[in-house]
């Protein structure tokens, strides 16, 4: 099968426009910034999002918190509002507590809890029991009562029992009310019983956990629907796939440009051109079946690292022409000397690696000549 010149020139260039377009997807995205309430140091970020704080994009539907007058993150749930204490996003989990007593075991026997209707899972809900005793009564009876202290005083002792294993208040102790109460585990000591002092709730959806894990950020994969994706992989680095499409983009363009050689070669020896024509066409062959440079080229080119004011060699000049992605600080640049274009390091070494000119202006550095 023949190929005409034209096919052998245009197919190279459009597989580069098809690889640039997907390193530049698959490695960022517009992610919305961590977000908190005043003074409460607990980051808020997607799944989670802060009410009056980003785009509504900026979070999974049901993860909506509001901050309170105490600057607590809250969450809204069927049995009315808890504060958050913490969120463990690569555990995909999170603690809840009374945002006004501090007490849950109160507020709980005001209200059964539920999570009805949300996003989240809690682990266990046992119905427990609940005992006002006398504060002598762990001395006079075998109950080695364990206080639930936030519901306690000086002259009497409130403790819980479950439900499945009580029969009868011991002696100068009675029942206050019976309720489902969220415990991940409890041992009993007689009559006592620990309860955790905060609820922990998980969510399955969004899957994020794993992307969070690998250092990555999660958000939304388009502008519209629910379909999530794991953006900025290990810090600007390649993933995997890319450095196989590196690899894979790198072969086909230089097996193209040898089938290109060959044609005109042919040409040329049937007299389809004449020696001008063909030293011309050889010399634009041999510039764009270059490979690209050595390591230790690459690092002769100047670094630059961008300070904490985000100040650029270039002050209009601030996103990245190969992963699209803005200049932040701390990040480190590398300029091309003969044109004075500068990319993320990590971005040109990876290009200048397989490809010698600039992705820019297509110019060959200077220092590549002297190679040739």
Same mark, same amino acid.
């Given at each position: 099968?023949?190929?005409?010149?034209n096919?052998?020139?245009?197919?190279?260039?459009?597989?580069?426009?098809?690889?640039?377009?997907?390193?530049?997807?698959?490695?960022?995205?517009?992610?919305?910034?961590?977000?908190?309430?005043?003074?409460?140091?607990?980051?808020?970020?997607?799944?989670?999002?802060?009410?009056?704080?980003?785009?509504?994009?900026?979070g999974?539907?049901?993860?909506?918190?509001?901050?309170?007058?105490?600057?607590?993150?809250i969450?809204?749930?069927?049995?009315?509002?808890?504060?958050?204490?913490?969120?463990?996003?690569?555990?995909?989990?999170?603690?809840?507590?009374?945002?006004?007593?501090?007490?849950?075991?109160?507020?709980l026997?005001?209200?059964n809890?539920?999570?009805s209707?949300?996003?989240?899972?809690?682990? $266990?809900?046992?119905?427990f029991?609940?005992?006002?005793?006398?504060?002598?009564?762990?001395?006079?009876?075998?109950?080695?009562l364990?206080?639930i202290?936030?519901?306690?005083?000086?002259?009497?002792?409130?403790a819980?029992?479950?439900?499945?294993?009580?029969?009868?208040?011991?002696?100068?102790?009675?029942?206050?009310?019976?309720?489902?109460?969220?415990?991940?585990?409890?041992?009993?000591?007689?009559w006592?019983?620990?309860?955790?002092?905060?609820?922990e709730?998980?969510?399955?959806?969004p899957r994020?956990?794993?992307?969070?894990?690998?250092?990555?950020?999660?958000?939304?994969?388009r502008?519209?629907?629910?379909q999530?994706?794991?953006?900025?992989l290990? $810090?600007?680095?390649?993933?995997?796939i890319?450095?196989?499409a590196?690899?894979?983009?790198a072969?086909?363009?230089?097996?193209?440009?040898?089938?290109?050689?060959?044609?005109?070669?042919?040409?040329g020896?049937?007299?389809g051109?004449n020696n $001008?024509?063909?030293?011309?066409?050889?010399?634009?062959?041999?510039?764009?079946?270059?490979?690209?440079?050595?390591?230790?080229?690459?690092?002769?080119y100047?670094k630059t690292?961008?300070?904490?004011?985000?100040?650029?060699?270039?002050a209009?000049?601030?996103?990245?022409?190969?992963?699209?992605s803005?200049?932040r600080?701390k990040?480190?640049?590398?300029?091309?000397?003969e044109?004075?274009?500068?990319f993320?390091?990590?971005?040109?070494?990876?290009?200048?690696r397989? $490809?010698?000119?600039?992705p820019?202006?297509r110019?060959?550095?200077?220092?590549?000549?002297?190679?040739?």
């Amino acid at each position: 099968m023949v190929f005409s010149e034209n096919y052998i020139i245009i197919i190279p260039h459009f597989l580069l426009f098809f690889f640039l377009a997907f390193i530049s997807r698959s490695r960022s995205a517009e992610i919305c910034p961590e977000t908190t309430c005043p003074s409460s140091g607990i980051p808020v970020k997607f799944p989670f999002r802060l009410s009056h704080y980003g785009a509504v994009r900026c979070g999974y539907p049901g993860f909506e918190l509001s901050c309170n007058h105490r600057s607590d993150p809250i969450v809204s749930l069927p049995s009315g509002d808890f504060a958050v204490r913490s969120i463990y996003y690569e555990r995909q989990t999170f603690w809840i507590d009374d945002p006004e007593t501090f007490c849950l075991p109160k507020r709980l026997l005001q209200r059964n809890f539920s999570v009805s209707g949300t996003s989240f899972k809690v682990g $266990n809900l046992v119905h427990f029991t609940f005992l006002n005793c006398s504060s002598d009564a762990a001395t006079t009876t075998r109950a080695k009562l364990m206080p639930i202290s936030c519901m306690s005083g000086n002259n009497f002792t409130v403790a819980a029992i479950p439900a499945e294993i009580f029969t009868v208040p011991p002696p100068m102790c009675s029942v206050i009310s019976t309720v489902l109460f969220p415990v991940e585990e409890w041992w009993l000591d007689d009559w006592g019983i620990y309860l955790n002092a905060n609820i922990e709730l998980s969510w399955d959806e969004p899957r994020c956990g794993v992307c969070e894990q690998r250092g990555g950020d999660c958000g939304f994969k388009r502008e519209s629907g629910l379909q999530i994706e794991c953006f900025n992989l290990g $810090n600007h680095s390649l993933p995997t796939i890319s450095q196989y499409a590196i690899l894979t983009t790198a072969a086909i363009l230089g097996i193209l440009c040898f089938i290109r050689l060959r044609y005109i070669r042919r040409i040329g020896a049937s007299g389809g051109q004449n020696n $001008n024509d063909l030293a011309s066409a050889l010399s634009d062959t041999n510039q764009h079946s270059i490979t690209g440079l050595e390591d230790p080229i690459i690092e002769s080119y100047p670094k630059t690292l961008v300070g904490e004011s985000g100040r650029l060699p270039k002050a209009n000049d601030n996103i990245c022409p190969i992963c699209l992605s803005e200049y932040r600080p701390k990040e480190t640049l590398r300029t091309i000397p003969e044109c004075n274009h500068y990319f993320h390091s990590d971005c040109i070494d990876e290009w200048l690696r397989v $490809n010698a000119t600039c992705p820019l202006c297509r110019n060959l550095p200077g220092t590549l000549f002297s190679q040739l």
